[in-house]
Nanobody, 126 residues
Framework: QVQLVESGGGSVQTGVSLRLSCVAS????????MAWFRQTPGKEREGIAA????????DYADSVKGRFTISQDNAKNTLYLQMHSLKSEDAGMYYC???????????????????WGQGTPVTVSS
């Protein structure tokens, strides 16, 4: 079993930066691929950024490329999402996700995610 606990969300103004953290516990083979997803009311959960535990390769949604950076500290079992130049459309509930396997999945799709965190909210106002 894997547990994921997000933190770092908050209410900010447009243009500022924010860093989300996700502390993972449980067996490491259960979190071979990690990702951040965002969900707003009435919309499906969308993938924002994903990273491979081994090798560190990453992928981003077009809407956040160049502004967001996903990273991990495996020694601390922590996943990060550094967000810069926040826009109102970046607001939502941010979820940390883990997959047992990276193979055969589009990592920015919620399909195939084995574990979810409880989410941390981000509000962006102008």
């Amino acid at each position: 079993q894997v547990q994921l606990v997000e933190s770092g969300g908050g209410s900010v103004q447009t243009g500022v930066s924010l860093r989300l953290s996700c502390v993972a516990s449980g067996y490491t083979s259960g979190r071979t691929c990690m990702a951040w997803f965002r969900q707003t009311p009435g919309k499906e959960r969308e993938g924002i950024a994903a990273i491979y535990r081994y090798g560190g390769g990453s992928d981003y949604a077009d809407s956040v490329k160049g502004r967001f950076t996903i990273s991990q500290d495996n020694a601390k079992n922590t996943l990060y999402l550094q967000m810069h130049s926040l826009k109102s459309e970046d607001a939502g509930m941010y979820y940390c996700a883990a997959r047992k396997s990276c193979m055969g999945w589009y990592l920015l799709s919620p399909e195939g995610v084995d574990y979810w965190g409880q989410g941390t909210p981000v509000t962006v106002s102008s």
